[in-house]
């Protein structure tokens, strides 16, 4: 913050802003930084947010004063440059955002990947790299010694343009999940750079310049941040955005020391014997001082920084980081020493207090530089060194029992998420990570392991549990967003709940029963071995022209979600109901028994036209009605069940789908139904279950019932071939957006109508269905691969509305 006023001033030639105010927001800004600091360490999300809020109003303040610097200043060639200062005062407002969605949970596991690399990219890149980008223009020849290019500050505008436009658009991409739009952005930024690497390079003269040491830490710096960039473009391109979240992260020490450290030594070895010394005489004996052995330093220095950046071990690395922090004390040392000298009384102002004004510079000269490689001497050690796997001085004597539970950490999750012992029973936890990105698991009152990559493993051994205690994920966020586990001590007469080594098993009879949580289902956890997915496959209509299909209204146990069991309310025992298929003309006999012990239930089939009196009545338990249509229309169509209240009954499971031919429908080479709706978990028809349907907020959301069933036994099919999709949304309160990645559909069918075929030029990304509506789409999958069908509003996809289609060659 104080680079970037500085420089404004100077670049604009404008009045210096009233120091009581920018002390306020310095001052702002220190306590915003150690509130984030504070909370995230002490896994406080309201400290943390208290420090996020105060950095925003801090550099909000910063960015008005800037604004403001702009209005009735003189300007200059490099006035542009001040909107580098800008645009990064609003980065870190984003990033301050991001980092308090992070840290609060509030953003969900499902976007704390995309979030992470969003927050890591607008503030490294926003925050630090443009303002260092922007003060290059000027203080590159100025450490030359050398004229700058009449083309400065034309270019500053359009490498601004690249930078800014590339961030933002990294940064869009990255919140929407969305690779392609990310990467385009870092290549941009990237871009950028490169432009403006090739207007310093052509400023090089050959002859003496005046800090070489300055110079060659600029220009280093320059690399690492342009070779950090092609790095975080191939993670992006080559990897997914959980396995990128954690492969970034091992670029930021590389950026931190190569970028920002070396920054900060090489504008200081220039500006420092500027602002320190009286004279040119004391200046150049200054600027001696700061550049002696810098060629060794420098070298030790990016040493440090490539071993880190390479797979090699850590400690090699941190070891040359660590010659480097040396290294500087002694020039501050030396430094300190040069400064202090006794002058004449006047030498450097009118009662001769030069030294002593020096002093607060030098002091926080020197802090800054060790503290900055410090900082990164501990982030790259960070996981590598874990505590102890041993429980201490835990309380209450043991029964002698000892048992041991696996436990997974997965997908923003911890699996199981809670275990029930005996009192005394002497506990250890095998932990092990199967998630993409480092995890942790820390006991209360007890053991936690290091940070555990993919595949790594640890036990903890809590010794006699005699009290409940509580197990979390310690990174920022991760508690927040769901990653905690509760271990519950009983009264000895059971066996408790969780997955036990070599077994699994899940205790407790409700009418929802398994591994959801508070948030939904556990979509990563298994199927039980029971369970067999619902078929996609829409059978050719039958032959004939009247269809008979008996259906009885019962309640049924079904497994809705990975290990979740539900009473649903059905026709014909699933949900959805079984789908009829016809023609144009065909007749249908509905015969419905009423098979449900104490509830009346009615039906009503969209597809027909007919007085619904009669046929769409509510009858009692053991009455039977016959419900005779005829299909005038071609659509997709939805029954459901006519009885009050009707979003009751068909938010339990009681609605399915009518599938009516269109004239001279084509043969495909496969073809699906997929029914879209919600499920809310709990007693069918409680209190509870009631509020959740009347607030819109569903435990998840479904095809064919099911949550996730197709993402864990996905539709199988062979390149080339064509398929129609037919869907029909039961809401009953949502519709869809049915997209599937990679492929762009060229027949879209919407509510009786064809709105594209396919010898049209256009194409199509979307069926698009409100509640009750329906429709199909086809495409042909172009080469093997496994393609994503999902719900487009994303928070249903992510809670359940999606599926994979696999295509072999």
Same mark, same amino acid.
């Given at each position: #913050?104080?680079?970037?006023?500085?420089?404004?001033?100077?670049?604009?030639?404008?009045?210096?802003?009233?120091?009581?105010?920018?002390?306020?927001?310095?001052?702002?800004?220190?306590?915003?930084?150690?509130?984030?600091?504070?909370?995230?360490?002490?896994?406080?999300?309201?400290?943390?947010?208290?420090?996020?809020?105060?950095?925003?109003?801090?550099?909000?303040?910063?960015?008005?004063?800037?604004?403001?610097?702009?209005?009735?200043?003189?300007?200059?060639?490099?006035?542009?440059?001040?909107?580098?200062?800008?645009?990064?005062?609003?980065?870190?407002?984003?990033?301050?955002?991001?980092?308090?969605?992070?840290?609060?949970?509030?953003?969900?596991?499902?976007?704390?990947?995309?979030?992470?690399?969003?927050?890591?990219?607008?503030?490294?890149?926003?925050?630090?790299?443009?303002?260092?980008?922007?003060?290059?223009? $000027?203080?590159?020849?100025? @450490?030359?010694?050398?004229? #700058?290019?009449?083309?400065?500050?034309? %270019?500053?505008?359009?490498?601004?343009?690249?930078?800014?436009?590339?961030?933002?658009?990294?940064?869009?991409?990255? @919140?929407?999940?969305?690779?392609?739009?990310?990467?385009?952005?870092?290549?941009?930024?990237?871009?950028?750079?490169?432009?403006?690497?090739?207007?310093?390079?052509?400023?090089?003269?050959?002859?003496?310049?005046?800090?070489?040491?300055?110079?060659?830490?600029?220009?280093?710096?320059?690399?690492?941040?342009?070779?950090?960039?092609?790095?975080?473009?191939?993670?992006?391109?080559?990897?997914?955005?959980?396995?990128?979240?954690?492969?970034?992260? +091992?670029?930021?020490?590389?950026?931190?020391?190569?970028?920002?450290?070396?920054?900060?030594?090489?504008?200081?070895?220039?500006?420092?014997?500027?602002?320190?010394?009286?004279?040119?005489?004391?200046?150049?004996?200054?600027?001696?001082?700061?550049?002696?052995?810098?060629?060794?330093?420098?070298?030790?220095?990016?040493?440090?920084?490539?071993?880190?950046?390479?797979?090699?071990?850590?400690?090699?690395?941190?070891?040359?980081?660590?010659?480097?922090? +040396?290294?500087?004390?002694? +020039?501050?040392?030396?430094?300190?020493?040069?400064?202090?000298?006794?002058?004449?009384?006047?030498?450097?102002?009118?009662?001769?207090?030069?030294?002593?004004?020096?002093?607060?510079?030098?002091?926080? @000269?020197?802090?800054?530089?060790?503290?900055?490689?410090?900082?990164?001497?501990?982030?790259?050690?960070?996981?590598?060194?874990?505590?102890?796997?041993?429980?201490?001085?835990?309380?209450?004597?043991?029964?002698?029992?000892?048992?041991?539970?696996?436990? @997974? %950490?997965?997908? #923003?999750?911890?699996?199981?998420?809670? *275990?029930?012992?005996?009192?005394?029973?002497?506990?250890?936890?095998?932990?092990?990570?199967?998630?993409?990105?480092?995890?942790?698991?820390?006991?209360?009152?007890?053991?936690?392991?290091?940070?555990?990559?993919?595949?790594?493993?640890?036990?903890?051994?809590?010794?006699?549990?005699?009290?409940?205690?509580?197990?979390?994920?310690?990174?920022?966020?991760?508690?927040?967003?769901?990653?905690?586990?509760?271990?519950?001590?009983?009264?000895?007469?059971?066996?408790?709940?969780?997955?036990?080594?070599?077994?699994?098993?899940?205790?407790?009879?409700?009418?929802?029963?398994?591994?959801?949580?508070?948030?939904?289902?556990?979509?990563?956890?298994?199927?039980?071995?029971?369970?067999?997915?619902?078929?996609?496959?829409?059978?050719?209509?039958?032959?004939?022209?009247?269809?008979?299909?008996?259906?009885?209204?019962?309640?049924?146990?079904?497994?809705?979600?990975?290990?979740?069991?539900?009473? #649903?309310?059905?026709?014909?025992?699933?949900?959805?109901?079984?789908?009829?298929?016809?023609?144009?003309?065909?007749?249908?006999?509905?015969?419905?028994?009423?098979?449900?012990?104490?509830?009346?239930?009615?039906?009503?089939?969209?597809?027909?036209?007919?007085?619904?009196?009669?046929? $769409?009545?509510?009858?009692?338990?053991?009455?039977?009605?016959?419900?005779?249509?005829?299909?005038?229309?071609?659509?997709?169509?939805?029954?459901?069940?006519?009885?009050?209240?009707?979003?009751?009954?068909?938010?339990?499971?009681?609605?399915?789908?009518? *599938?009516?031919?269109?004239?001279?429908?084509?043969?495909?080479?496969?073809?699906?139904?997929?029914?879209?709706?919600?499920?809310?978990?709990?007693?069918?028809?409680?209190?509870?279950?009631?509020?959740?349907?009347?607030?819109?907020?569903?435990?998840?959301?479904?095809?064919? !019932?099911?949550?996730?069933?197709?993402?864990?036994?996905?539709?199988?099919?062979?390149?080339?071939?064509?398929?129609?999709?037919?869907?029909?949304?039961?809401?009953?309160?949502?519709?869809?957006?049915?997209? *599937?990645?990679?492929?762009?559909?060229?027949?879209?069918?919407?509510?009786?109508?064809?709105?594209?075929?396919?010898?049209?030029? !256009?194409?199509?990304?979307?069926?698009?269905?409100?509640?009750?509506?329906?429709?199909?789409?086809?495409?042909?999958?172009?080469?093997?691969?496994?393609?994503?069908?999902?719900?487009?509003? $994303?928070?249903?996809?992510?809670? !359940?509305? %999606?599926?994979?289609?696999?295509?072999?060659?």
């Amino acid at each position: #913050m104080v680079w970037s006023e500085h420089f404004a001033v100077a670049m604009l030639h404008a009045k210096l802003p009233d120091r009581r105010w920018s002390d306020i927001r310095l001052a702002g800004v220190n306590l915003g930084v150690v509130g984030v600091l504070a909370g995230a360490w002490a896994d406080l999300p309201a400290l943390t947010g208290a420090g996020c809020a105060l950095l925003v109003g801090a550099i909000g303040a910063h960015l008005v004063v800037l604004v403001r610097l702009g209005r009735g200043a003189l300007g200059g060639r490099l006035a542009p440059v001040a909107d580098y200062y800008r645009a990064a005062a609003a980065a870190l407002i984003v990033g301050a955002v991001l980092g308090w969605l992070l840290a609060t949970g509030r953003a969900g596991p499902q976007h704390h990947s995309g979030l992470k690399l969003a927050h890591v990219h607008v503030t490294l890149l926003g925050w630090i790299g443009l303002p260092v980008l922007g003060t290059l223009f $000027m203080l590159w020849p100025t @450490t030359l010694g050398v004229r #700058m290019s009449e083309r400065t500050t034309r %270019l500053a505008r359009h490498v601004l343009g690249l930078t800014g436009g590339g961030l933002l658009t990294a940064v869009a991409g990255l @919140t929407a999940g969305q690779w392609p739009a990310a990467a385009l952005g870092v290549a941009l930024y990237a871009a950028g750079v490169a432009v403006a690497a090739v207007l310093f390079a052509r400023t090089v003269r050959r002859r003496p310049v005046v800090s070489a040491a300055a110079a060659w830490a600029l220009a280093a710096a320059l690399a690492w941040l342009f070779a950090g960039l092609v790095a975080d473009l191939g993670l992006l391109v080559t990897r997914s955005l959980t396995e990128a979240q954690e492969l970034v992260a +091992s670029l930021v020490p590389v950026l931190l020391v190569g970028l920002v450290a070396q920054v900060l030594i090489g504008a200081l070895t220039y500006l420092l014997p500027v602002v320190l010394a009286s004279g040119p005489s004391e200046r150049a004996a200054l600027r001696a001082v700061l550049e002696r052995g810098w060629v060794v330093r420098l070298a030790v220095l990016n040493l440090g920084v490539a071993l880190v950046a390479l797979p090699l071990p850590h400690p090699a690395g941190a070891a040359f980081l660590a010659l480097t922090v +040396s290294v500087l004390l002694r +020039s501050g040392r030396a430094l300190g020493r040069e400064t202090g000298r006794d002058r004449p009384r006047g030498a450097d102002g009118a009662n001769g207090t030069g030294g002593a004004g020096r002093r607060p510079a030098l002091w926080g @000269t020197a802090a800054g530089a060790v503290l900055t490689v410090l900082a990164v001497l501990v982030a790259n050690s960070a996981g590598k060194t874990g505590g102890s796997d041993t429980a201490a001085g835990t309380a209450g004597g043991g029964t002698g029992v000892t048992r041991t539970v696996a436990v @997974t %950490l997965v997908g #923003m999750r911890i699996r199981p998420d809670r *275990i029930e012992v005996d009192a005394g029973t002497a506990l250890r936890l095998k932990v092990t990570n199967t998630d993409a990105q480092r995890h942790d698991l820390k006991v209360e009152d007890g053991p936690a392991t290091p940070m555990l990559a993919k595949g790594d493993s640890r036990v903890l051994d809590l010794g006699p549990v005699t009290e409940d205690r509580e197990a979390w994920c310690t990174l920022p966020g991760h508690r927040a967003a769901g990653m905690n586990l509760d271990i519950v001590v009983n009264d000895g007469t059971g066996a408790g709940s969780g997955e036990e080594a070599g077994h699994t098993g899940h205790d407790g009879h409700a009418s929802a029963s398994g591994t959801g949580t508070d948030d939904g289902p556990d979509l990563a956890a298994d199927f039980s071995t029971a369970w067999r997915p619902r078929s996609a496959d829409l059978a050719p209509a039958p032959g004939g022209t009247v269809h008979r299909t008996e259906l009885r209204a019962a309640r049924t146990d079904s497994e809705v979600a990975p290990g979740v069991t539900q009473q #649903m309310w059905t026709f014909g025992g699933t949900a959805p109901g079984p789908t009829l298929h016809g023609r144009i003309g065909d007749v249908f006999e509905i015969t419905l028994i009423n098979d449900d012990p104490s509830m009346g239930h009615g039906i009503d089939f969209h597809a027909g036209s007919l007085a619904p009196d009669k046929p $769409m009545r509510t009858i009692e338990p053991g009455e039977r009605l016959l419900y005779r249509f005829r299909a005038e229309k071609a659509g997709a169509w939805l029954y459901h069940c006519s009885t009050a209240p009707m979003l009751q009954h068909i938010g339990n499971g009681m609605y399915g789908a009518v *599938i009516i031919d269109p004239p001279g429908l084509k043969k495909v080479d496969h073809a699906y139904a997929l029914v879209s709706s919600e499920l809310y978990l709990g007693t069918p028809g409680s209190t509870a279950q009631v509020a959740k349907m009347r607030r819109n907020e569903p435990d998840a959301w479904a095809f064919n !019932g099911v949550a996730a069933q197709y993402a864990k036994r996905p539709l199988k099919v062979r390149a080339g071939e064509r398929v129609r999709f037919w869907v029909v949304a039961a809401g009953p309160r949502n519709g869809i957006a049915f997209h *599937i990645v990679g492929t762009v559909f060229d027949t879209v069918y919407k509510e009786g109508v064809h709105l594209l075929r396919p010898d049209d030029p !256009g194409g199509a990304q979307v069926l698009d269905l409100a509640p009750a509506q329906g429709g199909f789409v086809e495409t042909t999958f172009p080469e093997a691969g496994h393609y994503a069908f999902v719900d487009h509003d $994303m928070r249903h996809a992510e809670a !359940g509305a %999606l599926g994979t289609v696999e295509v072999v060659e």
